[in-house]
């Protein structure tokens, strides 16, 4: 493996969903006062948002409907468990009242898997669904915390865009679709949750 391929996939490897979806709720519960009421809400937020959706990852070796479709049957997995994290974010955060800043993010997430669908089931257009995990939580630190990580996140950004093209992850088409799809949730938020 060269070395422009190793530094590619620590990139991939780095640059997991489930890493930066956690890292987002940290720097928000961190910096960010008034989003989250409690602890509590920040553990129930990594739960539906980073556990659940990427629980079934490690299962898929063991699931026999999955365990023979490699790549494609850990997106599968991906994106059964991601409905189920985020539709439960979604009514914890309508049960337990939670602010409306935690309930928007729980519903662009929500939204977001959404598109994801819309996109990759009813348009046969495959949108990728790491690119849409990253540009989220991107976007959220932006929009909370403020627009001194425009830069930093530019850069990271396209440094993933390159990695998943050059390892083959993805086409362009399939970047560019993951993060229209976040695009579309966002704003779509900004209006269901006002």
């Not at 489930?18 to 928000?28: F, G």
């Not at 409690?38 to 980073?50: C, T």
């Not at 992850?169 to 993951?178: D, N, S």
Request: aromatic share 18%; proline share 4%; hydrophobic share 55%.
């Amino acid at each position: 493996m060269s070395k422009k391929e190793s530094f590619a996939k620590l990139i991939r490897i780095a640059s997991a969903p489930w890493v930066w979806a956690t890292m987002l709720l940290l720097v928000i519960y961190v910096f960010r006062q008034g989003v989250f009421n409690n602890i509590y809400e920040l553990l129930f937020s990594i739960l539906f948002l980073v556990i659940i959706p990427f629980a079934l990852y490690p299962l898929q070796p063991i699931i026999p409907k999955y365990k023979d479709k490699g790549r494609e049957g850990q997106r599968n997995l991906a994106f059964i468990s991601s409905f189920l994290g985020y539709f439960l974010a979604v009514l914890y955060g309508i049960l337990a009242r939670v602010t409306t800043e935690l309930l928007f993010i729980f519903v662009v997430y929500f939204l977001s898997w959404l598109a994801l669908w819309f996109s990759n089931k009813i348009l046969k257009f495959r949108s990728s669904g790491h690119m849409c995990g990253i540009t989220g939580p991107m976007i959220h630190l932006v929009y909370f915390i403020g627009w001194q990580f425009i830069i930093p996140c530019g850069v990271l950004f396209g440094l993933i865009c390159w990695a998943s093209l050059s390892m083959k992850h993805h086409t362009v088409k399939e970047v560019i679709g993951g993060c229209c799809s976040f695009c579309i949730a966002f704003f779509s938020g900004m209006v269901l949750v006002s």
